[in-house]
């Protein structure tokens, strides 16, 4: 499933239906493409519910995580956790290796 841009503000009503909907929809990996969070003070916030996701989670920083300057760190830590990971050029393979999931930042796809 891929998923982008929730650029959560303090909404956990709406963010727990994103993540209620994913789960209602078993996927087997979930890959968020940026933008978690509107600003870096809600990005606990959405990382607390979205490790309630049943799914392996991956993801790549989008531009509200550079501008925002938030550290990559909890995001990986919180990734991880679901045996997913935040990719920063890398790439991994997923879903018993029938999925390669590619992993390159914001700034480099928008030059």
Known sequence: MHI???HH????????RIVDKIN????????FTGDI???SR???????IMAQIHAPLY??????EYWS??????ITRAFRQ???????????????GRLLIEGKPATEIDT
Do not use: M
Not at 24 to 31: E, H, K, M, N, T
């Open 4 to 6: 982008s841009d929730i």
């Open 9 to 16: 503000k303090g909404d956990l009503r709406y963010l727990r």
């Open 24 to 31: 209602s929809l078993s996927p087997d990996a979930v890959c």
């Open 37 to 39: 969070a509107e600003h």
């Open 42 to 48: 809600y990005l606990d916030d959405a990382l607390d």
């Open 59 to 64: 993801g790549v920083p989008g531009n509200h």
């Open 69 to 74: 300057g938030v550290s990559f760190v909890p």
């Open 82 to 96: 679901t045996g997913g990971d935040w990719l920063v050029d890398q790439s991994v393979t997923a879903c018993q």
